[in-house]
């Protein structure tokens, strides 16, 4: 059975960091593009990175850009989110998702499997 799990979200204060990591059972996530999304209550999921199969090409949102970073390592099945200088806007369930086109996506229609998310809170 194909399977993500989120895991390292919990509470933080305004600019601490947090890693997130997603790792797969049932498939081998280097034959995939892996994007973190995240929603906040009352909004929109929305994408925050991806990384593309092969080349290691990386997508992020401007609202991300110079905090976060995306990482993979096939080895442990496994990709990380580095989350740096959060800030409270970044309060959310994060979602790591696969998608088989393999290159970068950011719309949630691109992707086939989903995690059950993880709940990173930004507060003081």
């Known amino acids: 059975q194909r399977q993500l799990v989120e895991s390292g979200g919990g509470l933080v204060q305004p600019g601490g960091s947090l890693r997130l990591s997603c790792t797969a059972s049932?498939?081998?996530?280097?034959?995939?593009?892996i994007g973190w999304f995240r929603q906040a209550p009352g909004k929109e999921r929305e994408g925050v990175s991806c990384?593309?199969?092969?080349?290691?090409?990386?997508y992020y949102a401007d609202s991300v850009k110079g905090r976060f970073t995306i990482s993979r390592d096939n080895a442990k099945n496994t990709v990380y989110l580095q989350m740096n200088s959060l800030r409270p806007e970044d309060t959310a369930v994060y979602y790591c998702?696969?998608?088989?086109?393999?290159?970068?996506?950011?719309?949630?229609?691109?992707?086939?499997?989903w995690g059950q998310g993880t709940q990173v809170t930004v507060s003081s």
């Open positions: 998702a696969a998608a088989v086109g393999g290159t970068i996506a950011t719309m949630t229609d691109d992707y086939d499997s």
């Open positions: 049932g498939f081998t996530l280097d034959d995939y593009a």
């Open positions: 990384i593309s199969k092969t080349d290691g090409i990386q």
